[in-house]
């Protein structure tokens, strides 16, 4: 798959070959749907509690007596039925996380990846260096690109200074290292622009030759 390399003020400086074992996979609703509930499980601080009647302060004395105040009987106030009592099977620290296949996490990045391209919303820039880091100058520049959020994907070295200072200030941006690109944020920000060496980063880490190379390996070692 040919794409267009584009600069900051959305010229073109080149074309770029994108693996289509990656940017052209089949779209997989249901993975990627999977993937999105595995990073919000992931992300749940799982901290809700309430008390049980072991923990609910208070003494354990009778509040009235057995007999002949007409009341059902009680052995304490703890009770979820008393007021200051005990919640009846009530929220529990717990850990909300399930775990998913190395291989589904990979197919469904593809997936992601494949649907951004075949919408066109993937933008390849050629390097996110500028020259200044005044927001305003960022700003102008990417009013040449049509988009309602964009996410910028930059190498494992690091971004720009200058970059990373002009678009903090800017509304419905945010950067990303490639090492930490995920399902959910491709799929919510409109526009993913990503320059050249990540490109290179990403589909050596995602392709399988290399991945099988690298479990080749692994083995002989062992052995």
Known sequence: MKKTVLNLKNKSVGDIDLDNTIFGV???PDLIHQY?????????????????RSEVSGRSKKPFSQKGTGNAR????????????????????RDHSFSLNKKEKKLALKSALSVKANEDKIVIIDTFEIASFKTKDLFSDLKNFDYKSALFIHSEKGLDNN?????????????LNQKGINVKDLITFDKIFIDEKSINEITERLSWKISNKIFLLKE????
Do not use: C
């Open 74 to 93: 009680q052995g304490s106030n703890k009770p979820p039925n008393f007021r200051g009592g005990a919640v009846s099977m009530g929220p529990v620290n």
């Open 36 to 52: 999105i509930r595995y990073q919000n499980a992931k992300s749940r601080q799982g901290s809700h509690k309430t008390k049980s």
């Open 220 to 223: 002989l070692i062992i052995l």
């Open 163 to 175: 970059f990373k200072l002009a678009s903090s200030n800017i509304p419905k941006i945010s950067t």
């Open 26 to 28: 089949k779209k997989l």
